[in-house]
C-alpha cells in the first residue's frame, strides 16, 4: 500500500486521536499518530489559541480600572449604603448594563428582600437553582426580581446568586422592617 493511500485510511483516525488527545502531555514523546500527523500536514487542524484576556480576566478588553468598577456596586436604602461584589457571569453583566435602576422591594418571608428590576437577565451559564447564603445578592428569574439576602434561603430553583454584600448588610437589611426602596449603581 502506498503512503498516500495509507494515510488517507488513518486520516480519520489521526484526526480523531488528536482532537481527544488535544490538551494532554505525553512526556515529550511522539506518537505513531504524531509521526503520521507529520508527514501530512492537512491531516490535522491546527488549534486556534484563545483570545488574549484583560488584566481583570474578564476577557473583555476593557481596562482593569474599569472591569473592577463594572463588578462593584452600591446599593442605598434609606440613608445607609451597602457594598456588594458581583461575580463575573452573564446574568450580573446584564445588571450592570441597567444600572442606575430604583428597585421598589417587599420583605419576602423574613429571609429577603425581593423587588422586580427594568427587565429579565441572562441566564446563561447559570444552574436551574441555587441555595444562597445570608449577605448573598441574587436574581429571582421567574420574577425578575433582585434579590438581598438577609436570612436563611434553602435551595429553590429560579435563584441566581450575583454576588456577595460587603461587610454587615446582611444585619442592617434584616433591622429595617418591611417595604424599603433600593438604588443600586456602579461604584
Sequence with gaps: MSL????????????LTALLGAGCGNGGETSDDQR????????RSSPTPPPPRSPAGTGTG?????????????????DQTFAATLQDSAPARDLVAELPVTVEMVDH?????T?????????????EGADPDVGDLGYYAPGHDLVLYYGDQSYFPGIVVLGRMEGDAAER???????VTATVEAR
Excluded: C, F, H
Aim: glycine share 12%.
Design 62 to 78: 476593557e481596562p482593569a480600572e474599569s472591569q473592577e468598577n463594572r463588578m462593584n456596586i452600591q446599593i442605598t436604602i434609606g
Design 36 to 43: 503520521a500527523d507529520d508527514l501530512d500536514p492537512t491531516a
Design 109 to 113: 418571608g423574613g429571609v429577603e428582600k
Design 173 to 179: 437589611i434584616a433591622d429595617m422592617d418591611g417595604s
Design 4 to 15: 498516500t493511500k495509507t494515510m488517507l485510511t488513518a486520516a480519520p483516525t489521526v484526526i
Design 115 to 127: 423587588g422586580p428590576l427594568p427587565g429579565p437577565l441572562s441566564l446563561e451559564g447559570q444552574p
